[in-house]
């Protein structure tokens, strides 16, 4: 099909490592002070952010385990 599995297992894997620690940053900085103190818009925003870098995160296992 084209795709070397070594390759793209290792480029799914630099792309976990980049979006993870952004998902736990966002949850931490969600369940702090600033959800608290944040405009209420402002913590939507930055609640969507997170929805979509988990969505994204997830995709990137599902694709990673089917490599496997």
Do not use: C, T
């Given at each position: 099909?084209?795709?070397?599995?070594?390759?793209?297992?290792?480029?799914?894997?630099?792309e976990i490592a980049?979006?993870?620690?952004?998902?736990?940053a966002q949850e931490k900085k969600l369940a702090g002070d600033?959800?608290?103190?944040a405009p209420p818009a402002i913590?939507?925003?930055e609640r969507q952010k997170l929805a979509e870098a988990q969505e994204?995160?997830?995709q990137l296992h599902n694709?990673?385990?089917s490599l496997v």
């Amino acid at each position: 099909n084209g795709i070397d599995p070594a390759k793209e297992k290792s480029r799914l894997e630099k792309e976990i490592a980049n979006v993870a620690p952004y998902v736990v940053a966002q949850e931490k900085k969600l369940a702090g002070d600033f959800a608290k103190n944040a405009p209420p818009a402002i913590v939507e925003k930055e609640r969507q952010k997170l929805a979509e870098a988990q969505e994204k995160l997830a995709q990137l296992h599902n694709q990673l385990s089917s490599l496997v």
